[in-house]
């Protein structure tokens, strides 16, 4: 290679960095065009290389400038005044700005706080949802409160172990949480202390096994009747 | 020397009986004629819609939200779609957007006019049926001209609709929104303001706005007690903000603030509103547009989780959408309105004769498709 095709090639870079394609598409010999060309990846990969690393660290300052100001999202101001009124309930590493993971053994006397304090005031209890968090891990069960005095909203999470599972019941404080923790209790097996009248709501009585956990198996038969297979997963 | 008490009987109404809107037992405890106890059993249309959805794939789901509430299937899709693009955060055409507010709206007159026949029919009035089903017809041969179902359409999907408005959409619904608007008024001569509705309704199974709250009923069961709580208007979603209209509540015109007669009112009232918001959204809907535009290649959203509540015609119906990342909901809650509004039956009808019964668990509009899930 002479040193003359070389200044080509760095000259047909320069010009191409710049934008224009047309010096390095213009080489007449297709060796040293498509050189050009290899030369060009490489010269645009050590550019992405320099340029990303101080835009990263410029990046991860001004979030950390952003964050110390951000005004805390409803949820954690709740996690807040929880932690304060019912120290040790708030589990404040898996508690996030979406939602509040409290330990079981408080929750009856935390939801009547939430419903009644003047700042809370959660009359509504919106979503009751169980969650089985993989057949090896808990259950889980999460509450949308909602408020319609301050129109506010938030979500509480409250785990409990896989092969005993106790939360105690909120029914008494919310109405409808003697349906939706039926259901619950229902689909998951999830026993809520407390409750009233804990029974199977949307499937028989005698129904056997606990139909949304993810290690469910389908009986057999019921009432002599056969109960077809869940067909598989869609792949 | 307690309270002197004669003998109870306990009676089973339904599942199959006409006035419970579906396969809906209830065992009713009676001392006479007077009600002392009831106690719903639900579940005989229970088919598991959240495993099944832990099964499908986000597409799937659709129609299977179409099957639960099926008087107002468009607004269930509707809920979901806003879930689902919420958390994919996608951003849909205008276009969409107007289409879908004007087929949610379309939906919830049809709904409000299943409601309010089916309550005539509960009470003894025949005639008011046939002319909301009449109407009603003309709603649903715009649905059949979009996108061939009658019923169950499947119409809305993940960041689009499936087919565009045919040719001559936008006439069709002005010349029907011409034929409609003056036909309420016919409504409220025959059946709203009739006597002898009035006497079987007023007064009877109030539902108070604190008691509401608590058991979480919602949407116009919730407005017929006077609390003014719509979620088109409190929490906008679409595109709703942009639209004029007023959420009517319950005032115990004829009776008791929060009576059946109250519920059935607002839904009246609820069915002007919405040809208000048609008539805006059919004037400002963009001409063209491509309505597959902004569809996902692949449904696959990023793993988090979402709750996202909309107004359907029979209150707050929210989605808990968890996902983890793979094609298929790892899983999917529905909070339906239908199975609050039944749960408070007992609370409000205790103490009243059989007959009112029947009046207050027609005017609570349920739908069992939705209940049992």
């Keep these: 290679m002479t040193d003359n095709q070389e200044q080509l090639i760095q000259e047909a870079v320069e010009k191409a960095l710049q934008g224009d394609m047309d010096a390095v598409n213009n080489i007449e010999d297709r060796v040293t065009r498509s050189k050009a060309k290899a030369a060009l990846v490489k010269a645009k990969r050590e550019a992405a290389k320099t340029s990303a690393e101080p835009s990263s660290e410029d990046k991860s300052e001004e979030s950390a400038t952003e964050s110390k100001p951000a005004p805390l999202s409803l949820n954690q101001k709740i996690a807040g005044i929880i932690a304060s009124q019912f120290p040790g309930t708030v589990d404040e590493e898996s508690s996030s700005e979406t939602h509040i993971q409290l330990q079981p053994a408080k929750w009856f006397d935390v939801a009547q706080y939430l419903r009644d304090d003047p700042a809370c005031l959660f009359d509504s209890l919106q979503c009751v949802t169980g969650v089985d968090l993989g057949e090896e891990s808990e259950l889980e069960v999460r509450y949308n409160l909602h408020s319609m005095t301050h129109r506010h909203a938030v979500e509480i999470r409250i785990a409990c172990a896989r092969n005993n599972p106790k939360v105690p019941s909120v029914e008494t404080v919310w109405h409808i949480g003697d349906w939706f923790e039926r259901e619950t209790y229902d689909m998951f097996g999830i026993e809520f202390e407390g409750h009233r009248d804990l029974r199977r709501i949307l499937l028989p009585d005698d129904w056997e096994g606990w139909p949304l956990r993810k290690d469910y198996e389908v009986q057999e038969t019921y009432h002599g009747i056969v109960v077809p297979k869940v067909k598989e997963g869609w792949e | ?373």
């Excluded at chain 2, 692949?298 to 989605?319: A, M, V």
């Excluded at chain 2, 899983?331 to 409000?348: C, D, G, Q």
């Design chain 2, 1 to 373: 020397m307690g309270v002197v008490q004669g003998d109870q009987m306990v009676l089973n109404i339904g599942p199959q009986h006409p006035s419970t809107h579906g396969v809906l037992r209830l065992k009713v405890v009676t001392d006479g004629e007077i009600v002392s106890d009831i106690t719903p059993i639900i579940g005989y249309l229970h088919r598991c819609f959240e495993k099944h959805c832990e099964n499908s794939t986000y597409e799937q789901v659709i129609p299977y939200t179409d099957r639960c509430d099926y008087i107002a299937s468009m607004n269930n899709n509707f809920g979901y779609v806003v879930a689902m693009e919420e958390l994919m955060e996608i951003k849909v055409p205008e276009r969409v957007e107007y289409i879908r507010v004007i087929m949610a709206e379309l939906n919830r007159i049809a709904s409000h006019l299943l409601a309010l026949g089916t309550y005539g029919l509960d009470v003894g009035a025949f005639t008011p049926f046939l002319y909301m089903f009449r109407d009603r017809e003309r709603i649903l041969d715009i649905f059949e001209l979009t996108c061939g179902a009658r019923l169950l359409y499947n119409y809305m999907w993940v960041g689009g609709v499936s087919h565009d408005l045919p040719v001559g959409f936008v006439e069709t619904v002005y010349n029907f929104l011409d034929y409609f608007e003056p036909k309420v008024q016919e409504y409220n001569d025959i059946l709203t303001f009739n006597k002898i509705f009035i006497e079987r309704t007023a007064d009877v199974g109030v539902l108070l706005p604190e008691v509401a709250i608590s058991f979480g009923v919602s949407g116009p069961n919730l407005r017929g007690s006077g609390v003014k709580w719509d979620i088109r208007k409190d929490e906008p979603y679409s595109i709703y903000e942009r639209f004029d209209f007023d959420v009517p509540v319950g005032q115990g015109l004829v009776g008791t603030m929060g009576d059946c007669w109250d519920r059935f009112y607002v839904r009246v009232l609820e069915m002007i509103e919405s040809t208000k918001i048609l008539r805006q959204a059919l004037k400002d809907i963009p001409a063209n547009g491509d309505v597959h535009q902004a569809l996902p290649k692949k449904i696959r959203p990023p793993k988090g989780s979402i709750y996202r509540r909309t107004e359907s015609p029979r209150g707050d119906l929210g989605y808990y959408i968890i996902s983890d990342g793979s094609p298929q909901p790892y899983r999917l809650k529905m909070r339906s309105p239908a199975f609050t509004a039944l749960s408070v039956l007992n609370e409000i009808s205790r103490g009243w004769m059989l007959s009112d019964v029947i009046a207050v668990l027609g005017s609570l509009d349920i739908v069992l498709g939705e209940i049992d899930r």
